[in-house]
C-alpha cells in the first residue's frame, strides 16, 4: 500500500497548497465567507455538486447499492433535486438580499429573537454535516491503510480543518474543483468500470444478482418518500448550501450551473450504486456493510490506481466535511457571536479563529459517532423538523407571526428529537412527526398572535 498512501499524501498536499492560495485571496469578511459573492459558472457548478456530495453521498450510496441494488440511488438523487430546484426557483430571490446566513431571513421577516432561536438549530445541523464526512474520511483510511480509528479522523479531518480555516470560502471553492474533478474520474470512469469488469460486465452483474436488485423501488416507497422529505427539502433551507448559493456572481450564473450540478449529483448516485451491488458479487460476506465502498476498493484495484480512488472518495468527503465546517462557523460568528458583543460585527481574523475552534468541535464528535448515515440522517431530521415550517410561512405566508415561528422551531426540533430518541434514526416518524407538529404550532400561533409589520416576502 505504500503507492497508495504516496497518492494520498500527494492530494492531501495539493489541498493544504490550495487552501494558502484561498488564504491570499480571501482579503475581506466577504471574501472569506461568500468568496466575494464573484464565482462564475465552471467555479459554481463545481463548489455546488462538491458540497453537496459527500462521504454519506459516497460511501452510504455504495452500502445502499450494497443492500437495496439500483434503487440505493434515491439518496443521491433527493439531493440532486433538491439542488435543482434551489438554484431554479430560490437562488434569484437569496442573491438579492445580500445575507450571509439562512437565519438572517427570518430575521427580516419576523426579529432578532427568531434568529437566534434559528441559529441554534442550524449551528447542530451544520455541525452534523461536517461530522458525517469526517467520520467517512477516518473510516475509509482506517480500513484501507489499518489505522486506528482515531488517527485516521484526526490526520484526515486534520487537513480539513486547516485549509477550510486559513482561507475561507476562497479555500473551498478552489479545493471544491479539484476534488469535483477527482471524485468523477476516480470514481465514475475508474472504480465503476473496473468493477464492473471484475464483475465479468453488465451481463453478469445482471446474472449473479436477483432481480430485485434491479428494480428503482427495491428500497421501499417510504423510504424515498423519507429520503425527499428529509434531503429535497433539507437542501433547499441548509446553511451550507445557501452560502455556495451566495457566491454566485448573478442570478444566471445560478440557475444554469447550479441545475447542471443537480443533475450531475443524480448520476453520481447511479454510479454509486452500481459499485455497491458490484461490491455485492464480489464481496458477498462482508462483516459490516458500512465498510462496503472501502473493501471493494481495497479488493478490485491495483496498486497506484488504488491510490488515485482513494482520493476521489476523500475529495467528495473533505467537500463536504469543509463546506459544514464554514456553515458552522458562519452561524456562530454571524448570528450568535454579534450578540454577545452587543451587535459588533465580526471580522477576518474572528472568522478564521472561530472556523478553528469549530473544527476541532466536530473532530471532537467524530470520535464518538460511527455511523455516516445516521448521523446525516440526525442532521437533517433536526434541520428539516425545526426549520422547514417557519422559514417558509417567512417567504410565503404574509400572516406569520414572530411568536408562531419560535414555536414552531422549538416545538419541531424537540419532536424530531424526541421520535428519533424513542424509534431510531433510521425511522420514518421523526420526520413526519415533527413536520405535522411545527406546522399545526406555526399556523395557530400566528393566527393567535399579533401580525407583523415587516415582511420579507415583499422582497423576495
Known amino acids: 500500500m505504500a503507492l497508495d498512501l504516496f497518492v494520498v499524501l500527494i492530494y492531501a498536499a495539493g489541498m493544504l497548497v490550495l487552501g494558502y492560495y484561498g488564504m491570499r485571496r480571501a482579503k475581506t469578511h466577504e471574501d472569506y465567507l461568500v468568496a466575494g459573492r464573484n464565482l462564475g459558472p465552471s467555479l459554481y457548478m463545481g463548489t455546488m455538486a462538491a458540497t453537496v456530495l459527500g462521504g454519506a453521498s459516497t460511501v452510504g450510496t455504495v452500502r445502499l447499492g450494497y443492500v437495496h441494488g439500483i434503487s440505493g440511488f434515491w439518496l443521491c438523487a433527493a439531493l440532486g433535486a433538491g439542488i435543482i430546484a434551489l438554484n431554479l426557483f430560490l437562488a434569484k430571490p437569496l442573491l438579492k438580499l445580500k445575507i450571509f446566513t439562512v437565519t438572517q431571513v427570518l430575521e427580516k421577516r419576523y426579529n432578532p429573537m427568531a434568529r437566534q432561536a434559528s441559529a441554534v438549530i442550524m449551528l447542530a445541523y451544520a455541525l452534523m454535516i461536517g461530522v458525517t464526512s469526517i467520520l467517512a474520511i477516518g473510516t475509509v483510511l482506517q480500513v484501507l491503510f489499518g489505522l486506528p480509528f482515531w488517527m485516521s479522523v484526526l490526520l484526515g479531518g486534520g487537513v480539513v480543518v486547516v485549509y477550510s480555516t486559513i482561507g475561507g470560502m476562497w479555500s473551498l471553492t478552489l479545493t471544491d474543483i479539484v476534488q469535483f474533478v477527482i471524485k468523477t474520474v476516480g470514481l465514475m470512469f475508474i472504480l465503476l468500470p473496473i468493477c464492473l469488469y471484475r464483475v465479468g460486465g453488465w451481463d453478469q452483474l445482471v446474472a449473479k444478482l436477483p432481480a430485485s436488485n434491479f428494480s428503482f423501488t427495491e428500497i421501499g416507497w417510504d423510504t424515498i418518500i423519507t429520503y425527499f422529505m428529509i434531503y429535497f427539502f433539507g437542501i433547499l433551507i441548509g446553511q451550507d448550501i445557501w452560502q455556495r448559493v451566495f457566491t454566485a456572481r448573478d442570478e444566471k ?35 459490516n456493510v458500512n465498510n462496503a465502498f472501502a473493501a471493494i476498493v481495497k479488493a478490485s484495484l491495483p496498486d497506484g490506481i488504488r491510490g488515485l480512488v482513494i482520493a476521489a472518495a476523500l475529495a467528495a468527503m473533505m467537500s463536504t466535511a469543509s463546506a459544514g465546517l464554514l456553515a458552522a462557523s458562519t452561524v456562530l460568528t454571524e448570528d450568535l457571536l454579534p450578540r ?121
Not at 449529483?265 to 464481496?283: D, S, T
Not at 464518538?368 to 440526525?378: F, G, K, P, Q
Request: net charge positive; hydrophobic share 55%; charged share 10%.
Open 340 to 460: 454577545l458583543r452587543g451587535g459588533k460585527q465580526s471580522s477576518l481574523n474572528i472568522n478564521r479563529l472561530f472556523t478553528m475552534l469549530t473544527g476541532i468541535a466536530v473532530l471532537g464528535i467524530a470520535l464518538v459517532v460511527n455511523d455516516v448515515i445516521s448521523a446525516l440522517t440526525l442532521a437533517y431530521n433536526l434541520l428539516v423538523g425545526g426549520m422547514l415550517i417557519p422559514l417558509m410561512g417567512a417567504i410565503f405566508w404574509k400572516r406569520a407571526t414572530t411568536s408562531g415561528a419560535i414555536a414552531s422551531m422549538t416545538l419541531g426540533f424537540v419532536t424530531a428529537l424526541v421520535f428519533m430518541f424513542k424509534d431510531g434514526l433510521d425511522a420514518n416518524t421523526p420526520i413526519y412527526y415533527s413536520l405535522a407538529v411545527g406546522l399545526v404550532s406555526f399556523v395557530l400561533v400566528s393566527l393567535l398572535s399579533r401580525r407583523p409589520e415587516a415582511s420579507v416576502a415583499r422582497a423576495i
Open 253 to 287: 450564473v445560478a440557475q444554469y450551473a447550479g441545475t447542471f450540478a443537480g443533475f450531475y449529483c443524480i448520476l453520481y448516485g447511479l454510479a454509486c450504486a452500481l459499485i455497491g451491488m458490484a461490491a455485492h458479487v464480489l464481496l458477498p460476506n462482508l462483516d
